[in-house]
């Protein structure tokens, strides 16, 4: 099993910043990929982005490419995203997501039923 908790949302004003992090705990060295979901209001929840637990890789999607940055730090089992450039549309719960699996639809988890863990998730809201 593997907890995960979400801190750092708030409001703040287009154009803004926020960083969220997610602490990890529990069985994390199962950990294949952490990241992203965002849910805003009436709308499904969709993938912002993900990274390799080991290795490099990040992939974001379109929607926040170049304005969002994931990163972690493995000592502290903790993945962080850097929200910069803040849109109103950006409003959402952001939750925290980790997978165990080492099969994809693709060459990276970003559907939701590839994702084994959820935090609680976490508001952010920007204004106008």
């Known amino acids: 099993q593997v907890q995960l908790v979400e801190s750092g949302g708030g409001l703040v004003q287009a154009g803004g910043s926020l960083r969220l992090s997610c602490a990890a705990s529990g069985r994390t060295s199962s950990s294949r990929f952490m990241g992203w979901f965002r849910q805003a209001p009436g709308k499904e929840r969709e993938f912002v982005g993900v990274?390799?637990?080991?290795?490099?890789?990040?992939y974001y999607s379109d929607s926040v490419k170049g304005r969002f940055t994931i990163s972690r730090d493995n000592a502290k089992n903790t993945v962080y995203l850097q929200m910069d450039s803040l849109k109103p549309e950006d409003t959402a719960v952001y939750y925290c997501?980790?997978?165990?699996?080492?099969?994809?639809?693709?060459?990276?988890?970003?559907?939701?039923?590839?994702?084994?863990?959820w935090g609680q998730g976490t508001q952010v809201t920007v204004s106008s």
């Open positions: 997501v980790t997978t165990w699996s080492l099969t994809y639809s693709g060459s990276y988890p970003k559907r939701l039923d590839e994702y084994d863990y």
């Open positions: 990274i390799r637990w080991s290795g490099d890789s990040v």
